[in-house]
């Protein structure tokens, strides 16, 4: 699989036009040949954090023996930081001499031609342009001629070609080096400012003010460049064009128009310091859409059909292990208990036994109900179901107590009612169902119903948990992995999601793939990340859907095709995944009509 592209390459997404664009017409529709040239007009791709390499080379000089400058170090100290923040591997040099100047470009060549990377250069310090020259000036520097300006400095070409001669998908030189020549009278033939630079493809030459001017070292502890553009860069969904744009107006702003930043670019494609990245999924009590007529719910009552009657207690319990956030995992756990704690012939007499009772006449009707529910076409049967499980729950059955508490939470064949929902989750969590504990820490955790209280929703949240409900670890993941709630722990966070990825809740592998996509509580592990998109996709997850049209698109982890991009964006638009309908415009795509059709289907 080759996973290098070319520095500019035009994708299906991110604002870019792709251009085969018959290729992407066949690929979103599957369907007539030589279909019509596409016009692609998609939104900015916002989705997740580049994946890709960044590798960034910082040089501030300061202490020259002649003119010293006040804010160059500083400037570099704080450009490291915001670049850092933004995920650029950052090597930092700090009144560097020519030979270690010259060693640190010859690395960071070295190491951009091994990767397809992102490539940055910043300079803050002394820049001469001789000849139509530049130059950047070490600061051991002893120059009394113009001829030794060549000898004693970094030629900016020859970086740039360094640059050049790399593998890396794009490039970026950023020049706080245009301060007053500071030599003279050793170079009269010297110009002022530096001169203006023909950017190679793929790169962006930025400079703290046009070609032949002069630029402010600054009054405080930075240049006014700098400082405006370290903070510009981790603004999150900005392009790069815009980034420069924003600076080079504080820049104007703070100088009093006397200082133009300048850039000159010959990039082709997208490129965010920063992207809006795909955010993790928050906590969230089951929406009718995982109940009802869901692909896995109706599976798993097809399934229980089959072996309801059973006395083989082994295939109850591979049924239990195959669905263990199932409607019937409940029944399965009397049933077992039943089977190996057979009744005595004076059982009645006991109220415990009397209560086993009420739960074995309990279970056929819940069951009724559960079949009622997850294949009702109408109000008449949701409200069948609805009387079926409050029947089932008088009698004892916490499963069809947290059925009847969701009932009345989203009016399914009965009354919305939160305060009747919560009085039902509550008497279904006393009982230790661990679907109605996870409910009742999500309605703490939003204030639901009841007053918030991140600290009692941990605890149910916790206790749900421990009985193995995956919506309750994936919540626990969530709040330590935004830290909301509790100290922020990436790596504990990653333990939830990965426990409930592994019991199968999609939310948490969809959760669990950012994690790992970006390096976050452990190795970044991309080919990872994409099998658990996978399998949230497999489970219904539009925003799994959404970022493995990403991934195909870019070919990041994944050989790059703009068939499965488009395959799997249509299947988000399905899904309902909203950002997938916001990127898919249809208004502004030229479409063949069959496509469309199949889009509005």
């Not at 033939?189 to 023909?198: C, D, E, K, M, N």
């Not at 749900?464 to 935004?482: F, N, R, V």
């Not at 050989?559 to 898919?584: F, M, P």
Request: charged share 25%; glycine share 8%; aromatic share 8%.
């Amino acid at each position: 699989m080759n996973s290098k592209t070319s520095r500019g390459r035009r994708t299906l997404f991110g604002g870019r036009r792709l251009s085969n664009a018959v290729a992407l017409a066949g690929a979103l529709a599957g369907v007539l040949a030589g279909v019509l040239a596409i016009a692609l007009g998609m939104v900015m791709w916002t989705s997740t954090v580049h994946a890709e390499t960044r590798l960034a080379l910082v040089i501030g000089n300061s202490a020259y023996a002649s003119n010293p400058l006040g804010n160059p170090k500083n400037d570099a100290e704080l450009m490291a930081r915001a670049l850092k923040t933004v995920g650029f591997d950052v090597v930092k040099l700090i009144d560097a001499d020519q030979a270690a100047m010259k060693r640190a470009v010859l690395e960071f060549g070295r190491r951009l031609r091994a990767s397809d990377a992102v490539g940055l250069f910043y300079y803050a310090g002394h820049g001469v342009q001789v000849s139509g020259e530049n130059y950047l000036i070490p600061v051991d520097a002893d120059i009394k001629d113009a001829e030794e300006v060549a000898l004693s400095g970094l030629s900016l070409s020859e970086l740039l070609k360094t640059m050049e001669r790399t593998s890396s998908r794009l490039n970026i030189a950023i020049l706080d080096a245009c301060r007053d020549n500071p030599f003279p009278s050793a170079t009269r033939s010297a110009t002022r400012g530096l001169a203006p630079v023909r950017a190679p493809t793929g790169t962006l030459i930025a400079y703290a003010t046009g070609p032949g001017e002069v630029a402010l070292d600054g009054n405080g502890t930075y240049s006014p460049y700098s400082e405006a553009l370290a903070a510009a860069i981790p603004t999150i969904g900005v392009s790069i064009e815009e980034v420069f744009r924003r600076t080079r107006r504080k820049v104007l702003e703070v100088t009093a128009q006397k200082q133009t930043p300048w850039e000159h670019s010959s990039l082709t494609g997208e490129f965010f310091f920063r992207p809006k990245a795909a955010e993790p999924e928050a906590s969230a009590r089951p929406s009718d859409a995982d109940y009802g007529l869901s692909h896995a719910r109706l599976s798993e009552i097809r399934d229980w059909e089959k072996i309801k009657d059973t006395s083989d207690i082994a295939v109850l319990k591979a049924h239990a292990e195959r669905y263990p956030d199932g409607v019937f995992r409940e029944v399965v756990a009397l049933k077992v208990s039943r089977l190996e704690n057979p009744p005595t012939p004076w059982s009645w007499i006991f109220a415990s036994d009397t209560r086993s009772a009420q739960l074995e006449e309990a279970e056929p009707i819940y069951e009724r109900a559960v079949k009622l529910d997850g294949r009702a076409k109408g109000n008449v049967a949701l409200a069948e179901a609805a009387q079926l499980y409050r029947k089932a729950a008088d009698l004892g059955l916490p499963a069809a107590m947290y059925q009847t508490a969701r009932a009345f939470d989203h009016g399914r064949g009965v009354a919305k009612s939160p305060a009747e929902a919560l009085a039902w989750y509550r008497k279904a969590a006393e009982q230790n169902h661990p679907g109605a504990l996870a409910a009742l820490g999500t309605m703490y955790e939003f204030g639901e119903g009841l007053e918030r209280d991140l600290v009692a929703a941990l605890s149910h949240y916790r206790a749900a948990a421990d009985l193995g409900e995956p919506q309750a670890m994936t919540a626990l993941g969530y709040l330590y992995s935004t830290g909301k709630g509790v100290a922020r722990d990436a790596a504990l966070a990653r333990r939830w999601y990965g426990t409930a990825a592994e019991r199968g809740n999609p939310r948490a592998m969809y959760n669990l793939a950012l994690m790992v996509m970006r390096g976050e509580g452990g190795a970044r592990n991309l080919p990872e990340a994409v099998r658990l998109l996978k399998a949230a996709s497999e489970n219904g997850h539009g925003a799994a859907m959404r970022e493995l049209a990403f991934l195909y698109d870019e070919g990041r982890g994944v050989e790059r095709s703009s068939v499965q991009a488009a395959t799997y964006l249509l299947a988000s638009y399905k899904a309902g995944n909203k950002d997938a309908r916001l990127d898919v415009r249809l208004k502004s795509l030229a479409w063949s009509f069959a496509t469309r059709r199949e889009i509005q289907r």
